[in-house]
């Protein structure tokens, strides 16, 4: 008995210590949001996040409100889902509300990164220099002769090319847009004057090919892999693409291209003046590979869609995109040049800026997240204050929060080309809840420290494909009746959604 009492006292302690860890001892203390830890010990309610985010949090929001505390795998996360107070979040400091500490762990999880000091920095300067104004410039010209290989290289080769091809809808835009942006960023292969231009063409075009290919394999193990849910033979696979990405993308491959952009060009000296291991370059290559390319592929195929299945709109699309062909002074002729599609006639297309903002409302949907640093107390818009614990976590998900809300935007699952217009045809940004002007009304980017740094080149890539499928292609539903797909709701919180299926559709050179 002597021996037993000190061994079922230890027994007890490890247990209580290991319960206390588990999180099974929280409680809600005055102050905080209303706290729900789910039935499993540690995992909470994870296994319903992840099974549909949005229906998670929808409940939840029923249940508790517009904040609330959950437990997802040991962490506590407090969701803020009222659009009105989005601000507290986006501009509390760094100190308190932190995005780097848990984009750190992600990128090492899933790109095998190791993030050095001083990383976000050199993005959001590169991103300035390169992704706004006169870098701009530059990149959306390499994306249009780009997409122009892609799509129209075999323009006056062929006697049958105004036959139909068909292809799957989702296949085709991914593949295309996801080429033109790579090609783009990371440079094309060098002329050699004794082969022409167009051995080097067809080089990028087979290249890009490849890699488009593997990346859907990595692109379709993505979820799970951010989740650290992958079995082991999926593990295995998702290492074996990396190495493939680290190796394609390295620093030594990209030197070999012309037409770097200033992007990945500033990036890759920076961390190379850093003293960074050439290694370590190449796997942040593909972190920007990835954070460049995964979402607007998926969303011209949605923006395509829409247009289809919307004949009023896609004729005002139509009908815009003409008229700015033609005050150019260009045509689209047999046999004659190709249409060049400058950054300043994509500044006068309202009306598909509408569209392309539509389309991102009903299909982009991220999940912000921050670390909780220090304690902090959250101030709502109508004055409720609550107390937020350091080493939690904070997210909001603006696809429930804002772009299906009623309020904010009427019949919310509708397509509406010209939701974002006035009447006088001037873009429009004036959204309300509960009569209050709603700041954050649209937030496919993202917001505050980690908002999106390529919008404005993803929304000219979006704007250029569409605008060489209306001004070159017929294109049309093999079945005029399909119904739009269903989204893939395991991808809910990783940007630019996927459907559930591909939609057939086939396309010809109208000249
Ligand atoms: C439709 C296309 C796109 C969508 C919907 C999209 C969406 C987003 C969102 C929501 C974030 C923030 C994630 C967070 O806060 O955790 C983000 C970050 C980022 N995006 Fe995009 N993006 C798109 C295209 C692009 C393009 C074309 C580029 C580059 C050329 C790009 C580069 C990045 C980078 C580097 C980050 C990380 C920013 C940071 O760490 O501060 N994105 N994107």
């Known amino acids: 008995m002597g021996l037993l009492l000190p061994v079922f006292l230890a027994f007890l302690a490890a247990l209580l210590g290991a319960l206390y860890l588990l999180g099974m001892f929280r409680q809600r203390q005055p102050g905080e949001p209303p706290l729900d830890k789910g039935l499993i010990p540690w995992l909470g309610h994870v296994l319903e996040f992840r ?9 939840m929001k029923q249940k508790h409100g517009d904040v609330f505390t959950v437990q997802l795998g040991g962490h506590y996360i407090t969701f803020l889902q009222d659009p009105l107070s989005f601000g507290a979040f986006v501009k509390e400091s760094r100190e308190k509300l932190n995005f780097s500490k848990f984009a750190v762990q992600l990128v090492h999880r899933v790109f095998g990164y190791v993030a050095a000091e001083g990383d976000h920095n050199i993005l959001q300067m590169s991103s300035n220099k390169h992704l706004k104004g006169d870098g701009l410039e530059v990149l959306t010209q390499a994306m249009m002769s780009n997409l122009q290989n892609l799509m129209l290289h075999s323009i006056g080769s062929d006697a049958n090319q105004k036959t139909w091809i068909e292809d799957g809808l989702f296949m085709y835009c991914y593949n295309i847009v996801f080429r ?13 004057p004794a082969e022409g231009g167009e051995k080097a063409k067809e080089k990028d075009r087979g290249e890009s090919e490849a890699l488009f290919y593997e990346f859907r394999k990595y692109d379709q193990l993505f979820p799970n892999l951010a989740y650290g849910v992958l079995l082991p033979k999926e593990r295995m696979k998702a290492e074996k693409l990396m190495r493939f990405f680290w190796d394609a993308l390295s620093v030594q491959k990209i030197k070999a291209k012309d037409n770097i952009s200033g992007w990945i060009w500033d990036m890759q000296q920076a961390r190379q003046e850093m003293g960074m291991d050439e290694s370590m370059i190449n796997r942040y290559m593909f972190v920007l590979l990835w954070a460049s390319q995964g979402n607007t592929g998926p969303s011209s195929f949605w923006l395509l869609l829409f247009l289809m299945k919307h004949p009023e709109a896609m004729r005002a699309v139509k009908e815009e995109v003409d008229k700015v062909l033609k005050e150019s002074g260009q045509e689209v002729q047999r046999g004659g040049p190709l249409v060049n599609l400058t950054r300043e006639m994509l500044m006068k297309t309202p009306i598909l800026d509408s569209a392309v903002e539509e389309t991102l409302r009903l299909t982009a949907a991220p999940l912000l997240t921050r670390a909780v640093l220090q ?24 696809y429930s929060a804002v772009h299906i809300d009623p309020e904010i935007h009427p019949d919310p699952y509708s397509f509406k080309y010209d939701r974002f217009l006035n009447p006088d045809g001037s873009k429009k940004t004036d959204f309300f809840k509960a009569g209050k002007k709603v700041k954050y009304f649209y937030m496919p980017w993202g917001a505050g420290v980690s908002m999106c740094p390529g919008r404005f080149f993803a929304t000219n890539e979006l704007k250029q494909f569409v605008f060489l499928m209306l001004a070159y292609f017929d294109f049309e539903l093999k079945n005029p009746d399909e119904k739009i797909p269903e989204i893939d709701v ?8 996927q459907p559930q299926r591909d939609v057939q559709f086939q396309y010809r050179l109208r000249y």
């Open 375 to 398: 304690d902090l107390t959250l101030k709502m818009a109508d004055g409720r204050e609550y107390f937020i614990r350091k080493g939690d976590r904070m997210g909001m998900f603006p």
């Open 490 to 497: 395991k991808r809910w919180g990783f940007g630019s959604m």
């Open 180 to 192: 033109a942006g790579y090609l783009s960023l990371y440079g094309n292969f060098p002329h050699k």
């Open 51 to 59: 099974r549909d985010t949005l229906k998670f949090l929808e409940r």
